[in-house]
């Protein structure tokens, strides 16, 4: 086997399991939940700290962004309204929409 | 409904529902708490003897989807509906959502389309009518003063012998949870019941049902079992309750729950869609699901009646 061919092999191998960790950890920056069907699409979500996480609205009906123990809160949110929070501390964050509180989420910031 | 319902003493018999397709609830109370009718001296005609209110619900103004881009009118029809009644009401109930966002131009258009009625209107909010910057202020700048209303918004008034209570239901809810009355509303309603004799009829209403209806929707209050014991030791307690946008009845012992349809638009039956969302319909069918019922109480032995008029063609 060519050098060249190992070194392939090595990058194609690196590169999917870089992959396969970025699917399940956003990038430093930016996240997105969308929320519809009375539910935050991706339940749980796990971030770095520093990263501003944005809620976009696309059900039919109003929803809310609200932490359980108070950390953020978003204004009513109407069809394609959005709500964006940055999250500078690690920990984990439950919320609910307090318009229909069985709708529940959790936000996981990881160092 | 409650054919078995003779005795005129029972007041299981003490309400006739009546359904029409429309977009509120009209309901008559026929003989208050007159001892003689309860005694079943005479058998009163319900219009010439009772008085009638009617109950409003889920207005969403400022909802401008599919299931109806625009809800001021279905709104107005209803008023205009409510105009056209043979006898006039005594006075309204809204049981929230009477705003979609808590928006002030929201609750301007609200107030303007029902005064149109010309009823003294009397109001719960929704969970949709404390979403506002200061969480609720909007609501109890407009409503909650003028009945010296507590907490969130809960007061009682009397009326023709029948002690009504508007109680709030959607206000600090827990995430994963239902409605919620919260302990210092339940303290202030057994001091407030306390004292009233038990042949005084009683009208609860709060925006969520206070049965549970779906849990997984979270269409019932974690803790209705206590407003419910409350009233326990009443001969006659009718709950009215919104914020499912469609009928449903239940009677339990002396208690006969019942949920008004919404003015704006339906929402499924439990069960039936994924989701609790707004239902889109046919256009030529939306008002066939937009409801009046009214509900007739007759003193004596007359059993409940519901009678279902649709507002436009099913």
């Known amino acids: 086997m060519s050098i060249k061919s190992l070194l392939i092999r090595a990058f194609l191998a690196g590169g999917t399991a870089s992959c396969v960790i970025f699917a399940a950890v956003a990038l430093p920056g930016e996240a997105h939940v969308t929320i519809d069907n009375f539910s935050f699409k991706l339940p749980v979500l796990t971030i770095h700290a520093g990263t501003t996480v944005s809620w976009e609205n696309d059900d039919d009906i109003a929803h809310t962004v609200v932490a359980t123990d108070g950390t953020f809160r978003s204004a009513a949110l109407d069809t394609e309204d959005k709500f964006s929070f940055t999250f500078d501390k690690p920990g984990t964050f439950d919320y609910f929409c307090s318009l229909h509180p069985r709708m529940q989420g959790q936000i996981v910031v990881t160092p | 409904m409650a054919e078995d319902e003779k005795d005129g003493v029972n007041r299981r018999g003490v309400l006739e529902c009546m359904l029409w397709a429309g977009t509120g609830v009209l309901w008559t109370v026929s003989g208050g708490v007159p001892r003689s009718s309860m005694l079943g001296i005479s058998e009163a005609n ?241 008002r066939s699901v937009l409801g009046i019922a009214s509900v007739v109480v007759k003193s004596g032995t007359q059993p409940l009646a519901i009678t279902d008029t649709a507002l436009g063609a099913a």
Do not use: C
């Open chain 2, 46 to 286: 319900a219009a010439a003897s009772g008085f009638t209110f009617l109950q409003i619900s889920d207005s969403h103004i400022g909802f401008k989807q599919a299931a109806n881009p625009n809800v001021l009118a279905t709104l107005d029809e209803a008023i205009v509906k409510i105009g056209a009644l043979p006898q006039k009401p005594a006075f309204m109930i809204h049981t929230g959502d009477i705003t979609h966002l808590s928006k002030p131009a929201e609750f301007d258009d609200a107030a303007q389309a029902i005064g149109k009625a010309k009823l003294e209107t009397f109001y719960v909010p929704g969970e949709h009518d404390i979403i506002d910057e200061q969480q609720g202020q909007a609501y109890l700048e407009r409503y909650g003063k003028r009945m010296q209303a507590k907490g969130t918004g809960w007061y009682s008034f009397d009326q023709n012998g029948v002690h009504f209570v508007g109680l709030v239901n959607v206000a600090n809810l827990k995430g994963g949870g239902m409605g919620s009355l919260g302990a210092e509303q339940l303290a202030w309603l057994a001091d407030d019941l306390k004292g009233k004799s038990a042949s005084t009829p009683v009208v609860l209403f709060a925006h969520i049902p206070l049965w549970t209806v779906s849990a997984e929707w979270g269409w019932g209050t974690e803790d209705s079992a206590q407003a419910l014991g409350l009233v326990k030791r009443f001969g006659s307690v009718t709950v009215l309750n919104g914020h499912i946008h469609q009928v449903m009845q239940k009677v339990e012992g002396a208690v006969t729950f019942h949920t008004a349809r919404s003015t704006a638009f339906p929402q499924p039956a439990p069960g039936t869609a994924p989701s609790p969302g707004p239902m889109k319909v046919p256009d030529d069918k939306l």
